[in-house]
């Protein structure tokens, strides 16, 4: 059956700091490995208030020394911030401290504002298009053995063979990953708009690579899941709020809900959420397995990775216990169908 992951942004909540998100990071990541979640990824902005996973692989290294099995890793690495080299030593290290359980996922988008991008990678001169694939291309080729008279090796990282993702929003990265024959993982959970045309290009242009024999398709799904539909509604408002203030140019830490958020919205802004959030399942656990068995006839998506904005610490957790009773009740009608 399909195997389900988490996709943290350590949210930094209202009211809260970024040493308890990080805090209630760790605790969600041992919860998500005893409900049997595949892997447990962490994303890269940065000037964000509400996000505290900026330094990704250092919090990613949190995550793994807390946990035993799962898979951990980054979705992901935003490429354009960082040296290639860089990139390669820091999750090489991490293979390294937990071998076997490294993921490291690549995008191409800086994950913040230009201003703060400069800041980050100050000499960054290519057109994203141009590096990206070139960027790639070259922490392939740190985690291969090392050449006789290789003049740059990463280490650790040489030899380790990182698996490797790409990640996207658009057909650009279906195409790269086709091209390279590697996992993609598409961010449909904030935007949707090409999903379709991009799951099509990835599944036709594949080419098989010593990496990935066959396509493997991970999808992004927004998850705010509940024991009744009206308080999944009521706590995904704190979602609804921070996209909201983050398309209107002022991002915060992550509200506190508020009945009744959505009503109160104007016809522009209500149509925007409608389509942002168009790869979500909100509800309790009858309404959410009926969203996630049509997201997944609709996409035929190899995995799927949820994230799930709630202010609330416990629900937030009551969420993913919920999104795998979900998962377990589809495997079992899929074994009983079989």
Not at 134 to 161: C, H, N, T
Not at 189 to 216: G, T, V
Not at 308 to 329: G, Y
């Amino acid at each position: 059956m399909i195997p389900f992951s988490v996709l943290d942004l350590s949210p930094i909540l209202e009211g809260g700091d970024a040493a308890q998100a990080l805090a209630n990071t760790r605790d969600l990541a041992i919860q998500a490995e005893r409900l049997g979640y595949n892997r447990y990824w962490l994303a890269e902005h940065h000037n964000m208030p509400g996000v505290a996973s900026a330094a990704t692989a250092v919090v990613i290294g949190h995550v793994a020394a807390a946990t035993s099995s799962i898979r951990v890793g980054a979705g992901g690495i935003m490429l354009p911030n960082h040296a290639p080299l860089v990139v390669a030593e820091q999750f090489g290290t991490l293979e390294a401290l937990f071998p076997g359980r490294v993921d490291l996922g690549l995008g191409r988008a800086p994950g913040t504002d230009q201003i703060t991008s400069r800041a980050l990678r100050r000499t960054l001169m290519s057109d994203p298009a141009e590096g990206f694939p070139r960027d790639v291309m070259e922490i392939l080729g740190y985690f291969e053995a090392p050449s006789p008279g290789q003049a740059v090796r990463a280490v650790p990282g040489a030899g380790l063979k990182v698996p490797v993702w790409i990640l996207g929003s658009s057909t650009f990265g279906a195409q790269l990953a086709a091209a390279l024959g590697l996992p993609y993982a598409f961010a449909s959970h904030f935007a949707p708009a090409q999903l379709m045309q991009a799951i099509d290009i990835y599944h036709r242009e594949f080419r098989p690579s010593a990496r990935l024999e066959k396509p493997y398709l991970m999808l992004g799904l927004n998850m705010v899941a509940a024991d009744t539909d009206a308080e999944a509604h009521y706590l995904a408002s704190s979602l609804q709020q921070a996209f909201i203030n983050l398309r209107s140019g002022r991002p915060t830490p992550l509200p506190r809900p508020v009945e009744g958020y959505a009503e109160r919205l104007g016809p522009s802004e209500r149509a925007m959420l409608d389509h942002t959030l168009s790869a979500a399942a909100v509800g309790s656990r009858d309404t959410v397995r009926q969203r996630v068995e049509s997201f997944l006839t609709a996409t035929g998506a190899d995995e799927l990775i949820i994230t799930s904005q709630i202010h609330d610490h416990a629900a937030r957790l009551r969420s993913f216990e919920i999104a795998a009773e979900v998962r377990d009740s589809l495997r079992e009608r899929t074994s009983s169908a079989a």
